[in-house]
C-alpha cells in the first residue's frame, strides 16, 4: 500500500504559477511511477503528468506540456507538479497517484491522493 498526500492548491490568477506537492508513504515510492489527473467539475478524469520510478522520464498532456513541470525527490518520497503560465481551464482537483503498470488512463493507477483543489481565475 502507498498512501499520499497532496498539498499546495489554491487560487490564483490567470499567468501565475503554483507548486504542488504530494508526499507518499508505505511501500518504498521509489518503486512507482507516479503522476499527476485532474478532474474538472462535469469533466472526467484526465491524465496530466507522469515520472518514472528513477525520475529519469517525464510524460505530459499536449495541453499543459511547456508550462507544467513534473519532477521527485525520492530521498523525500515526494512529487512535485510546477504549474506556469496557469490558464482559467486549468482549473480542476488535482489527484496525486502511484503505480507499477505502463499506462496514461485513470484505471492504470492504483493509488490516489485525496486530491487538491486548483482554481485559476481570469
Known amino acids: 500500500q502507498v498512501q499520499l498526500v497532496e498539498s499546495g492548491g489554491g487560487l490564483v490568477q490567470a499567468g501565475d504559477s503554483l507548486r504542488l506537492s504530494c508526499a507518499a508513504s508505505?511501500?518504498?515510492?521509489?518503486?512507482?511511477?507516479m503522476g499527476w489527473f485532474r478532474q474538472a467539475p462535469g469533466k472526467e478524469r484526465e491524465f496530466v503528468a507522469r515520472?518514472?520510478?528513477?525520475?529519469?522520464?517525464?510524460w505530459y498532456a499536449d495541453s499543459v506540456k511547456g508550462r507544467f513541470t513534473i519532477s521527485r525527490d525520492n530521498a523525500k518520497n515526494t512529487v512535485f507538479l510546477q504549474m506556469n503560465s496557469l490558464k482559467p481551464w486549468d482549473t480542476a482537483v488535482y489527484y496525486c497517484v502511484a503505480t507499477q503498470r505502463w499506462g496514461f488512463q485513470y484505471n492504470d493507477y492504483a493509488y490516489w491522493g485525496q486530491g487538491t483543489q486548483v482554481t485559476v481565475s481570469s
Open positions: 515520472i518514472s520510478w528513477s525520475g529519469t522520464e517525464t
Open positions: 508505505g511501500r518504498t515510492a521509489s518503486d512507482y511511477a
